[in-house]
T-cell receptor, first 113, second 112 residues
Framework: EDKVVQSPLSLVVHEGDTVTLNCSYE??????LLWYKQEKKAPTFLFML????IEKKSGRLSSILDKKELFSILNITATQTGDSAIYLC?????????????FGTGTRLTVIP | DVKVTQSSRYLVKRTGEKVFLECVQD?????MFWYRQDPGLGLRLIYF???????EKGDIPEGYSVSREKKERFSLILESASTNQTSMYLC???????????FGPGTRLLVL
C-alpha cells in the first residue's frame, strides 16, 4: 500500500533554532516529492524534488531527497515565528489513474519568540 | 483513521457538460476544502466550507460552484466543463481552526 509518513507530528522550538522535518515514503513508480506549508487555508507550495542528492534552497528553507532510502528532509534555519505552520509532504506517483498523489499527515511546527 | 473519500477516481467529460465531484468525510470535521493540482502550480484552493450550507471562495473559484447540505459531504460542481478544467481535484477536511487537513485520494478529470 502506498504511504507517506512524516515525523515528528509536532515540534515546538524557539526563534533562531534550526529544525529538520522528515518525510519517508513507500510509493509505487515514484515521480516527485513535494513540500507544502499550510498556515490558514490552502497549503503553499515550497519545493518539488525529483532527483536524489540535489538540494533545493529558498532563503532559510532547504530540502533534499534520497531516492535510495526513500525519504526527504526539510530544513529551516534561524526559525522565525512566521515559520509556525503545518508542513505537508506529498509524493506523486507516475501511474495511470487518479490515485497518484499521496499526502502525509503533516508536521505542526510552532516557533516561540 | 480519518477517511476522506471521493466519488470518482477518474472521469472523462466533454466540453459543456455539467460535472459533479463528491467528497465525503467520516470524522465529523467542520472544515472541508476543494483544491485542484496542476504540474508546476501546486495546490490551488477553489472553495472551502466551515459549516453546513456555508461556503467561501478560494483563490480560483471561477467556473466552479459548491454545495454543502450535510456536514459530511462537500460537492464541487463544474456548471459547464471546459478543457482548462482538466486537472487533479483533491478534497480535504479538518477540524475547526488551523488543523491538519486530511486529503482524499483525488479525482483526475479529463475534459475533452
Amino acid at each position: 500500500e502506498d504511504k507517506v509518513v512524516q515525523s515528528p507530528l509536532s515540534l515546538v522550538v524557539h526563534e533562531g533554532d534550526t529544525v529538520t522535518l522528515n518525510c519517508s515514503y513507500e510509493v509505487t513508480n515514484f515521480r516527485s516529492l513535494l513540500w507544502y506549508k499550510q498556515e490558514k487555508k490552502a497549503p503553499t507550495f515550497l519545493f518539488m524534488l525529483t532527483s536524489s542528492g540535489i538540494e533545493k534552497k529558498s532563503g532559510r528553507l532547504s530540502s533534499i531527497l534520497d531516492k535510495k532510502e526513500l525519504f526527504s528532509i526539510l530544513n529551516i534555519t534561524a526559525t522565525q515565528t512566521g515559520d509556525s505552520a503545518i508542513y505537508l509532504c506529498a509524493v506523486e506517483s507516475d501511474q495511470t489513474g487518479a490515485n497518484n498523489l499521496f499526502f502525509g499527515t503533516g508536521t505542526r511546527l510552532t516557533v516561540i519568540p | 483513521d480519518v477517511k476522506v473519500t471521493q466519488s470518482s477516481r477518474y472521469l472523462v467529460k466533454r466540453t459543456g457538460e455539467k460535472v459533479f465531484l463528491e467528497c465525503v468525510q467520516d470524522m465529523d470535521h467542520e472544515n472541508m476544502f476543494w483544491y485542484r493540482q496542476d504540474p508546476g502550480l501546486g495546490l490551488r484552493l477553489i472553495y472551502f466550507s466551515y459549516d453546513v450550507k456555508m461556503k467561501e471562495k478560494g483563490d480560483i473559484p471561477e467556473g466552479y460552484s459548491v454545495s454543502r447540505e450535510k456536514k459530511e459531504r462537500f460537492s464541487l460542481i463544474l456548471e459547464s466543463a471546459s478543457t482548462n478544467q482538466t486537472s487533479m481535484y483533491l478534497c480535504a477536511s479538518s477540524r475547526t481552526g488551523i488543523e491538519t487537513q486530511y486529503f482524499g485520494p483525488g479525482t483526475r478529470l479529463l475534459v475533452l
